[in-house]
């Protein structure tokens, strides 16, 4: 059974500092991963897309990839009130659909 | 920027009744899927959707559901016999054929499914 496995938190981070999500996921043959916002009672939203090991910024945002150690995380910078939201891990298998971890919920104390 | 757009944005059906939830994907993708999320927990895949037929579906996706793209447009996911544990957000997504497995899903606003 193909696994994404995230702490489910609350993670409290204070405004301005850096947020910090991990995921790990089971499928070691996985290719593509990805870090989608949920608010609560809306959809899921597309923020990163990561395919190769190392960083790959976008914005306040950075993905990190390890697929030796099976390790995906997004640090969030300068964080605001508005990244409070569940962060879900998702990960694409070799031609198969997206897998989701449950979820990180953060929240940014003002 | 193209959306996918779903109907209704909440439905509340009686248990045994059918429900049929819509959805119109980004116009020149190919890849459709629907997943659901039973409220505090995961988003779990149910079935995609390719060339108009089922190419996957997932151990939750029972005989009691169906999907269909009856118009070349819109692509449905009908629920004949709704169970109160049919309770959960539906969200469909949909992808372009190329480079399919490099990204990610565009997620319609999802149907909240209330079933009493």
């Known amino acids: 059974q193909k696994e994404v496995e995230q702490n489910s938190g609350p993670l409290s981070v204070p405004e301005g500092a850096i947020a910090s999500l991990n995921c790990t996921y089971s499928?070691?043959?996985?290719?593509?991963f990805f870090w989608y916002r949920q608010y609560s009672g809306k959809s899921p939203e597309l923020i990163m897309s990561?395919?190769?090991?190392g960083d790959k910024e976008d914005g306040r945002f950075t993905a990190q990839l390890n697929k030796a150690s099976q390790y995906v995380s997004l640090l969030i910078r300068d964080s605001q009130p508005s990244d409070s939201a569940t962060y879900l891990c998702?990960?694409?298998?070799?031609?198969?659909?997206?897998?989701f971890g449950k979820g990180t919920r953060l929240h940014i104390l003002p | 920027e193209p959306e996918v757009t779903q109907t209704p944005s909440h439905q509340v059906t009686q248990m045994g009744q059918e429900v049929i939830l819509r959805c119109v994907p980004i116009?020149?993708?190919?890849?459709f899927y629907w997943y659901r999320q039973i409220l505090g927990q995961k988003v779990e895949f149910l079935v995609s959707?390719?060339?108009?037929?089922?190419?996957?579906k997932s151990e939750i996706f029972d005989d009691q559901v169906s999907v269909e793209r009856p118009d070349g447009s819109n692509f449905t996911l009908k629920i004949r016999s709704t169970k109160l544990e049919d309770s959960a957000m539906y969200f469909c997504?949909?992808?372009?054929?190329?480079?399919?497995?490099?990204?990610?899903?565009?997620f319609g606003s999802g149907t909240r499914l209330t079933v009493v």
């Open positions: 998702a990960v694409n298998p070799v031609d198969d659909k997206i897998i």
């Open positions: 990561i395919y190769s090991n």
């Open positions: 997504a949909s992808l372009s054929t190329t480079q399919k497995d490099l990204y990610g899903y565009t």
């Open positions: 499928d070691r043959v996985s290719q593509s």
């Open positions: 959707f390719y060339n108009n037929e089922i190419s996957e």
């Open positions: 116009s020149n993708h190919l890849y």
